[in-house]
């Protein structure tokens, strides 16, 4: 049924729960999983006083992803899933509209992903990027809380 899973992943628990799954699903329907990090190395300076490394902040982010991609891809194939992995460095944009782009770009099927449950106020004014995957996606989106 699903050709293409694509699993967008964070480091955070939730994120962790939907890499899982996806593993799982990607085992089961025989598919190729795609596992994404979206790096933002926007930083805003509010104090132009600071001594702020943009390049050494950006490092570092890019190190992370990496490794945490790495991972990503140690646990697929020790479940016996092929899979890759696409990194993503973005400029005050939305995770959300990469991982839409990715999904077209890449013809997913399917996006799995986990959800953090936003709440009150933040919810309201931010909303969040699962919940925006959800409501933009042209593929179906399983959200894993």
């Known amino acids: 049924m699903y050709k293409k ?10 994120s962790n729960r939907g890499m899982l799954e996806a593993i799982n699903l990607a085992k089961d329907q025989q598919a190729e999983l ?30 992370n ?4 991609l ?13 899979a890759d992995s696409k990194l993503i460095e973005t400029v005050g944009a ?8 990715q999904a077209k770009e890449w013809s997913a099927d ?6 953090h449950g936003l709440r009150g106020i933040e919810r309201l004014v931010m909303g969040s990027d699962a919940e925006m995957v959800v409501r933009l996606s042209p593929v179906p989106v399983l ?3």
């Open 5 to 14: 899973i694509l699993c967008p992943i964070d480091g955070s628990e939730t």
């Open 34 to 63: 795609r596992f994404l990090h979206v790096i933002d190395t926007f930083i805003p300076i509010l104090d132009m006083t600071g001594d702020i490394n943009l390049a050494y902040l950006t490092s570092v982010q890019l190190d």
């Open 65 to 68: 992803g990496e490794k945490l």
């Open 70 to 82: 790495k991972r990503a891809l140690e646990a697929a194939s020790k479940a016996g899933v092929p």
């Open 94 to 101: 939305r995770v959300s509209g990469s991982v839409l782009n």
């Open 110 to 115: 399917l996006v799995v992903m986990g959800t």
């Open 143 to 145: 959200l894993v809380k």
